[in-house]
């Protein structure tokens, strides 16, 4: 009998998402359960806004949405997303520049489809989230890391990113405010690398999805408001899981030069067709409802945002620069390394965690899931009562 043929090289290279697998180790703890408190998922705790379940289930009883709609979104929706991307992002676009996808990581999956060929150089700053580097494989395309450290707020600079440039560099990842740091480049950091992208007729895929999560007065700039002559070789990235807890509802978009996004609509066309009509008339509620609970969420983070890096910032060996963005703290622990805790020797983040979910019972990611080793991320997307208690035992193991 003839050996069965072999599964496919590429999608056997492509790792498991990391977030996802700690944060499914920690429930599956908690159902066992085991006390843990996990700061895994980036995933708000909060109930979805009642007016947009509302819009939902009066969706459920038009029998249109029970049909095949447009593969690229409703127009209705892709219209309420431009006027968002004027509101926000500063960028005019027409409703065409629009492909209405399945959550973020469709929009951030087709967006490297459209733009990178076999061989290309995509440079990826880093601290990075764990999806980028394995979407740019699958589109065949090679990450390259430039990375900036605590020191820099983990923000690269024109310099390195020029450093990292080769011939073959074709595209570029900007994500402000970041996941998993939750930096914010400033206004003139995110002009400096536009007009280096342009200048050398790089892509950028800016990943805007925490655009509305900003603290102590700060805005994220878009790139395209900073250097508008880069919106012709810009693909941006967002969705309505963060900013309205509707992490479930799976429903992102991407927005780009009619040409790319044509492509984009193209592949989506086979790929997985139109997004459930439900989620689609849940978001268009959401962009064009009242924004009071959204703001609400905000201020909840902002709030949660000051108690863990306030806590975190007592470990001794622990440094966390203050996050303006999103909802993560990414502490520099390099300090608690090459130590002995409870008995263990400890010397990459990836063993501080599996020591701290073990002796502490608190679940967080190590740097290794999103470049180096030497750090943690800590979502404060979850419960004030929680996350001072998961902090607390923190402190108390490494007292």
């Known amino acids: 009998m003839t050996e069965r043929a072999p599964l496919s090289r590429k999608l056997s ?13 920690a429930k599956a703890l908690q159902a066992a359960g085991r006390p843990v408190i996990s700061y895994a998922a980036g995933e708000p705790d909060f109930a979805t806004p009642q007016f947009i379940v509302d819009a939902a289930i009066e969706a459920l009883h038009d029998p249109a949405n029970y049909r095949y709609t447009p593969a690229v979104g409703l127009p209705v929706l892709r219209e309420a997303i431009a006027a968002k991307t004027l509101r926000d992002s500063g960028l005019e676009v027409q409703a065409s520049q629009v492909v209405v996808t399945n959550g973020g990581k469709q929009a951030v999956y087709q ?7 076999p061989g290309d150089e995509v440079l990826l ?77 790089i892509w950028i895929i800016s990943d805007e999805i925490y655009q509305n999560l900003v603290y102590e007065g700060t805005r994220a700039v878009s790139i395209v408001e900073a250097v508008p002559d880069a919106a012709d070789q810009t693909i941006l ?73 306030s806590e975190l910032s007592k470990i001794e060996g622990v440094t966390v620069p203050n996050p303006l963005g999103a909802f993560y703290a990414y502490p520099d622990v390099t300090g608690l390394l090459g130590r002995e805790w409870r008995g263990k020797r400890i010397e990459t983040s990836l063993e501080l965690a599996d020591l701290i979910l073990d002796e502490a019972e608190v679940a967080v990611v190590p740097g290794e899931a999103f470049g180096p ?25 490494f007292a």
Do not use: C
Request: charge should be negative; aromatic fraction near 8%.
């Open 373 to 397: 080793s030497g750090y943690l991320r800590l979502s404060y997307a979850l419960g004030d009562d929680a996350l001072l208690e998961g902090v607390k035992r923190m402190q108390e193991l």
């Open 237 to 309: 990235v967002n969705g309505v899981a963060k900013t309205y807890a509707m992490t479930g509802w799976r429903l992102g978009w991407m927005v780009g030069p009619a040409d790319a996004i044509k492509l984009a609509a193209n592949l989506q066309s086979h790929l997985s067709s139109n997004v459930n009509n439900v989620a689609q008339r849940a978001a268009l509620a959401a962009l064009t409802g009242p924004q009071t609970e959204a703001e609400d969420f905000r201020l909840a983070f902002d709030r949660r945002r000051k108690l863990i890096v």
């Open 13 to 25: 290279a492509i790792a498991e998402s990391a977030t996802l697998k700690v944060d499914a180790k």
């Open 125 to 201: 700053p880093a601290p990075y989230w764990t999806t980028y580097p394995e979407a740019i494989a699958l589109a065949d395309g090679v990450p390259v890391e430039v990375f900036a450290g605590a020191d820099q707020d983990y923000k690269v600079t024109v310099e390195q990113l020029e450093a990292a440039r080769t011939p073959k560099t074709t595209a570029l990842v900007f994500v402000s405010p970041s996941n998993p740091t939750g930096s914010v480049y400033t206004a003139d950091e995110t002009k400096a690398i536009g007009e280096w992208a342009v200048e050398h007729g």
């Open 111 to 117: 967006a490297f489809q459209a733009v990178v060929n």
